[in-house]
């Protein structure tokens, strides 16, 4: 059975630090593209962060470039998004997504989500 389970939001003060984490268990997370996505209220889903199979390519939307760092350990198929200098418009649900790669190609995977809010 596949699983992604988000962890690690929560509340937090404009220009704090929060660290999420995605356990996966299921499918072969090695051959797998893994992203964050979020969603802040009343707007569609968008792209945050993406990391390469084997960790070595990373990518980001503009807006969080600098800010956040996505990374991953394979042997513990888990990935992990550090966010830094934390803003109210960072403010949403924060989703974990994984994308077959090669053989896997065409399997895509979400979790539930974890909220994130900015506010003083």
């Known amino acids: 059975q596949v699983q992604l389970v988000e962890s690690g939001g929560g509340l937090v003060q404009p220009g704090g630090s929060l660290r999420l984490s995605c356990a996966a268990s299921g499918f072969t997370f090695s051959s797998y593209a893994m992203s964050w996505y979020r969603q802040a209220s009343g707007k569609e889903r968008e792209f945050a962060a993406t990391?390469?199979?084997?960790?070595?390519?990373?990518n980001y939307v503009n807006s969080v470039k600098g800010r956040f760092t996505i990374s991953r350990d394979n042997a513990k198929k888990t990935v992990y998004l550090q966010m830094n200098n934390l803003k109210p418009e960072d403010t949403a649900v924060y989703y974990c997504?994984?994308?077959?790669?090669?053989?896997?190609?065409?399997?895509?995977?979400w979790g539930n989500g974890t909220l994130v809010t900015v506010s003083s």
């Open positions: 990391i390469a199979p084997a960790g070595g390519f990373t």
């Open positions: 997504n994984a994308r077959g790669m090669g053989y896997y190609s065409g399997t895509d995977y």
